[in-house]
Each structure stands twice: as structure tokens, then as C-alpha cells.
């Protein structure tokens, strides 16, 4: 069965520091998408990122850059020069082949940006 | 930018009452799909469509049911409300195809008395 975990309900980085948030998949697929999503405490979910199982280089998109380590399992998300308004629940989510893009979500994590 | 529509912010009723919480998606989506976020659970998949009239069970499919009539709307009804069911409803709809990602409404906070 897939799975998604996230080990750190909650995180704190120094305003202009890196973070990285952790994410690592459990699958028997060899063809599956894995997504990062920010959630702010007004409750949108805001697509962030997103890195197929057969893509060679990391994904980029802006300050977001998800560090995928396949034999390990692993799509860590990456945050350069945290932002105050990075603070937010982030979710690490993954679909599979055939499942009409269903996600299934880690239980997230409380990232706080501290000035 | 797609739009995802969710009927209520916020919505309180009284148990076995029965609940409809409406989404409406402008994107011309295939796939439309219902959640519930709990604290320390993520989000959980009830219910997904992938086309008009067709529905598939989710992870928590119990006490829910779903309606798609039309191509933009997507309806989860909670068939007689419990305590249990509070929580918090998340509504996505995405194109069909691999990597595409999943647009989220605002969300529905509904509390069951």
C-alpha cells in the first residue's frame, strides 16, 4: 500500500535561511508523481511543486526545489531565504499510475519563519 | 487562474440532519475530488470522480455519498449527520493525466452539534 510520511509535525527557521522538509514514500510503483502543497492559516492549499518517479533532475520552481533521492524513497522539499510568509503548513502528497490522480497526503508539517 | 468554489466557509448542523456541501470548478476538469482534514491525519480521500455520473470510493468512504450531475460540480452529502464528521472539507479538481496537480477550494469548517 502507498503511504506518505512526514517526521517533523513542526519546524522553525531563521528569516533568509534554507529549510529542508522532510518527506519520504512508500510504493511498489514504478510510475508515481509526488507533490508538495503549502497550506497558510487561511486554509487554502497551494500547489507548490511536483516531480515525477522518472524525472532525473530535481525539480525547481523558484525558491522551492524538491531534493528527490529515489533509492532512498525520499522527496525532501527545499525552501532558499525563507520568507515570513512562508510560515504554513506544508504537505508532501503523492499519486500513482492508473489512479486518476488520487493523492494521498502525509500528515503535513508546521513550518514557522521567525524575523 | 482556475477557480474551485466551495458553497460555505463555514456551516453548523445539528446531528442526523442531512448535509450537502457544494463545489463548483470553472476549468473544464475531468477529476474532481472530496476530503476531510483532520489534525495529525493530513487529508483523506472520501470520495473521487472522474467524469460526469461516475464516482469512486475513497480511504473514509462511510457515512458520505457523492453526486455529479454536471462537469463542474461536484457534491458530497453527508446522509445523516454525526458528531464524528466534524471537521474540516476540502474539494480539489484536476485534468486527467499524469503530473497534473490537484486545485484546491478554500475549504468548508463544519461543526455537528
Known amino acids: 500500500a502507498q503511504k506518505i510520511t512526514q517526521t517533523q509535525p513542526g519546524m522553525f527557521v531563521q528569516e533568509k535561511e534554507a529549510v529542508t522538509l522532510d518527506c519520504t514514500y512508500d510504493?511498489?510503483?514504478?510510475?508515481?508523481?509526488l507533490f508538495w502543497y503549502k497550506q497558510p492559516s487561511s486554509g487554502e492549499m497551494i500547489f507548490l511543486i511536483y516531480?515525477?518517479?522518472?524525472?532525473?533532475q530535481n525539480a525547481t520552481e523558484g525558491r522551492y526545489s524538491l531534493n528527490f533521492q529515489k533509492a532512498r524513497k525520499s522527496a525532501n522539499l527545499v525552501i532558499s531565504a525563507s520568507q515570513l510568509g512562508d510560515s504554513a503548513m506544508y504537505f508532501c502528497?503523492?499519486?500513482?499510475?492508473?489512479?486518476?490522480?488520487?493523492?494521498?497526503f502525509g500528515a503535513g508539517t508546521r513550518l514557522a519563519v521567525h524575523p | 487562474d482556475v477557480k474551485v468554489t466551495q458553497s460555505s466557509r463555514y456551516l453548523v448542523k445539528r446531528t442526523g440532519e442531512k448535509v450537502f456541501l457544494e463545489c463548483v470548478q470553472d476549468?473544464?476538469?475531468?477529476?474532481m475530488f472530496w476530503y476531510r482534514q483532520d489534525p495529525g491525519l493530513g487529508l483523506r480521500l472520501i470520495y473521487f470522480?472522474?467524469?460526469?455520473?461516475?464516482?469512486e470510493k475513497g480511504d473514509i468512504p462511510e457515512g458520505y455519498s457523492v453526486s455529479r450531475e454536471k462537469k463542474e460540480r461536484f457534491s458530497l452529502i453527508l446522509e445523516s449527520a454525526s458528531t464524528n464528521q466534524t471537521s474540516m472539507y476540502l474539494c480539489?479538481?484536476?485534468?486527467?493525466?499524469?503530473?497534473?496537480?490537484?486545485?484546491f477550494g478554500d475549504g468548508t469548517r463544519l461543526s455537528i452539534l
Open positions: 480539489a479538481s484536476s485534468h486527467q493525466g499524469g503530473g497534473q496537480p490537484q486545485h
Open positions: 510504493t511498489s510503483d514504478q510510475s508515481y508523481g
Open positions: 516531480q515525477g518517479s522518472y524525472d532525473e
Open positions: 502528497a503523492m499519486s500513482f499510475a492508473g489512479g486518476y490522480n488520487k493523492l494521498i
Open positions: 476549468m473544464d476538469h475531468e477529476n
Open positions: 470522480s472522474y467524469d460526469v455520473k461516475m464516482k
